[in-house]
């Protein structure tokens, strides 16, 4: 298995465009997470769905953030304006396991300029 | 809302020696605590879980510890190798079970 794919690795923009992050979770796993890390904060979650439903989306910082969960393998999360205080590693990660056991991609490095 | 703390401080230690790793959290007991290494670069890896009903478990050269009394959780690593070196984050299952909070991590250097 591939393990969880996150693209851009790396994405460098300029305030106020529109930045969207992917991921493609692991087949068979019906639970995903989109986290947020920072030397500051830590690893933050954000959002997470269960069986393409987004169950809790509290961890959303604001109204420029936004996930969706079309179908079972594939996910996005857009900042729209993006600000440089979004500026982070955002990662995915995947689950099927009732302990919640995740399986976490390579993330994606924004910075925003 | 669940607070966990991990020695912010890095830990240095040699090669060889056991290494111990603290989570402490300071609200309700989860039924279970999970350890992940992270590599510069990448994301989180499971290492280990532990249930609320175990004291103890153990991995090869890894050991978890949790004490629900004094709502903590040890991570040790025997024999300590220089590939040991990295970030380790603890993490508990949150008040819904559909979800984990993680701590902030503890860095580990192992020095040949």
């Known amino acids: 298995d591939a393990g969880v794919i996150q693209s851009p690795r790396h994405e460098v923009t300029e305030m106020g465009q529109e930045v969207t992050l992917r991921c493609k979770p692991i087949?068979?796993?019906?639970?995903l997470f989109w986290y947020r890390q920072t030397m500051m904060r830590g690893l933050e979650l954000l959002i997470y769905?269960?069986?393409?439903?987004?169950?809790?989306d509290s961890g959303m910082p604001e109204d420029r953030f936004s996930a969706k969960m079309p179908n079972a393998s594939f996910s996005t999360l857009k900042i729209q304006p993006s600000e440089p205080r979004d500026s982070a590693v955002y990662f995915c990660?995947?689950?099927?396991?009732?302990?919640?056991?995740?399986?976490f991609g390579a993330g994606t490095r924004l910075s925003v300029l | 809302s669940q607070k966990i703390e991990q020695n912010s401080e890095a830990l240095n230690i040699q090669e060889g020696k056991t290494a111990t790793l603290t989570c402490n959290y300071t609200n309700y007991s989860p039924a279970y605590l999970q350890w992940y290494r992270q590599d510069p670069g990448r994301g989180p890896v499971f290492l280990l879980l532990?249930?609320?009903?175990?004291k103890e478990k153990r991995k090869e050269r890894l050991k978890v510890t949790f004490d629900t009394t004094l709502k903590q959780s040890l991570f040790h690593i025997t024999a300590s190798q220089p590939a040991d070196s990295a970030t380790y984050l603890c993490a508990l299952e949150d008040r819904s079970g559909y979800a984990l909070n993680f701590g902030k991590g503890t860095s580990l250097l192992v020095t040949p």
């Open positions: 087949s068979g796993h019906n639970s």
């Open positions: 769905f269960n069986n393409n439903v987004p169950i809790d």
């Open positions: 990660a995947s689950t099927w396991d009732s302990q919640n056991i995740q399986y």
């Open positions: 532990i249930r609320e009903n175990e």
